[in-house]
């Protein structure tokens, strides 16, 4: 593709996000597969150009309001290339000539708006902290402190973080494996299986994955499944396992042995968890589906159980990293309808515990009504319950846990996703 056409087509998969109500993945994965023509370099290419736009929608709106051009996908391409890609009128002249494949030729009031911002950036001291941090007005009261901080690194991409999977290699097995096919990585500082790969690379397309050796996974999340303590023999839940990747991490720890249920709402999450395992090789894993939290087989099993993950369902805030068209997707009363939803998870999750079991609450939240009140409130209820201090479990994070014991997983201080994880135990 010519930098002309490559501008068009980011201009076009913005319209097609504008215009459909799905994830920004899903969007763009269904404009590149209706387009095969287009390479994998320039694939790559234009998926960074959509995606870098996306984490600086607020600043480009603030600026094409200031200059009174519409906010839509040209205006936010031709205000991106001036603020961010180092492009003078001239340069951006030569791009929009309205030839094949190229944006139509700019207007007169373009050409205007666009003299006005040669030499400036895209940050600017007038811009509100909300705009600045790329977060909707009504989040930013709710954010923990600092918030600035917090806002910038969720901003930032997000870094390549695969899990080993031990049932086929060890960690320096697959760091060595990937290293024979020309992928550089490290051991990841926090989770004891991790590594992190360096730059943008197309795992799926190697062997270590295909054989199973290596998941992608952040290592916030290897964390809360590590902290399950999921051992051999032990009966154990996911509770709302969507595609299985806590699952998979589950089903290592165990070695392939004892009992592991995976369960969801949604067959299709479960189905992509069913290629998942068995290309890690776990055999260990029976996938249910439930009408929904109160589903009547829950029921007949309680207290049946060692360990249950529940990876509530939840704002999704900690993993604007990877999806930067959520921070726009979430409101308010959304929030108000998944709070009691997650204390009614918890709440069934937790009669599947057996005496002396260990119940892990988990989001990628890091809005306190999600996380650590919720906790509060279910152990306010649940008499037998008690939360353990993760300091004691994992001492190197323990900068990242609460008065409480529970521990906050945060881009900005950790370099993980944002993550929250409570460790609570049943009294013998």
């Keep these: 593709m010519t930098p002309a ?54 600043r480009l709106d603030w600026w094409l309001q200031r200059l009174g051009l519409p906010l839509d996908p040209r205006s936010r391409a031709l205000a991106d290339m001036a603020l961010t890609g180092g492009r003078d009128l001239r340069g951006l002249e030569a791009l929009f000539t309205g030839g094949r494949f190229a944006p139509s030729a700019l207007s007169k009031a373009e050409i205007a708006s666009l003299r006005s911002l040669e030499g400036k950036g895209i940050d600017h001291p007038d811009q509100p902290q909300a705009v600045g941090g790329e977060c909707p007005d009504w989040l930013v009261p709710r954010l923990p402190a600092p918030a600035p901080a917090l806002l910038q690194a969720l901003c930032r991409a997000a870094p390549l973080d695969l899990r080993v999977n031990s049932l086929k290699a060890t960690r320096a097995e697959a760091k060595a494996a990937l290293s024979g096919e020309g992928i550089d990585s490290t051991e990841t500082a926090l989770s004891p299986m991790g590594l992190r790969v360096e730059g943008r690379r197309n795992i799926a397309a190697t062997k270590a994955f295909r054989e199973g050796l290596v998941e992608r996974q952040d290592e916030g999340s290897q964390l809360a499944a590590h902290l399950v303590e999921a051992k051999p023999g032990e009966r154990v839940v996911d509770f709302c396992a969507g595609a299985g990747g806590k699952s998979l991490a589950l089903a290592a720890a165990m070695g392939n042995k004892g009992s592991l249920l995976a369960l969801d709402v949604s067959k299709a999450r479960l189905d992509r968890a069913g290629q998942r395992l068995r290309r890690a090789g776990a055999f260990n894993v029976t996938r249910r589906v439930l009408s929904d939290h109160r589903d009547p087989w829950l029921k007949r099993r309680k207290g049946g159980f060692d360990r249950v993950l529940v990876d509530a369902p939840c704002s999704g805030l900690g993993a604007w990293r990877r999806n930067p068209d959520a921070r726009w997707r979430t409101q308010p009363e959304e929030l108000e309808r998944l709070v009691p939803l997650q204390q009614e998870i918890l709440t069934s999750a937790a009669r599947l515990v057996k005496a002396g079991g260990r119940l892990v609450y988990v989001t990628c939240s890091l809005l306190a009504e999600e996380n650590e009140a919720q906790v509060q409130a279910f152990l306010a209820k649940a008499g037998d319950f008690e939360q353990q201090d993760i300091a004691t479990l994992l001492p190197d994070c323990a900068d990242a846990v609460d008065s409480f014991g529970g521990m906050t997983l945060r881009p900005d201080r950790e370099g993980t996703d944002g993550f929250y994880v409570a460790v609570l135990q049943r009294q013998a």
Excluded: C, N
């Design 5 to 58: 056409a490559r501008i068009q087509a980011s201009i076009e998969v913005f319209e097609a996000i504008a215009a459909d109500s799905r994830p920004a993945d899903q969007v763009v994965s269904d404009y590149l597969r209706s387009r095969r023509y287009i390479g994998a370099k320039d694939r790559r290419a234009l998926t960074q150009m959509v995606y870098d736009r996306m984490r600086r929608l607020a």
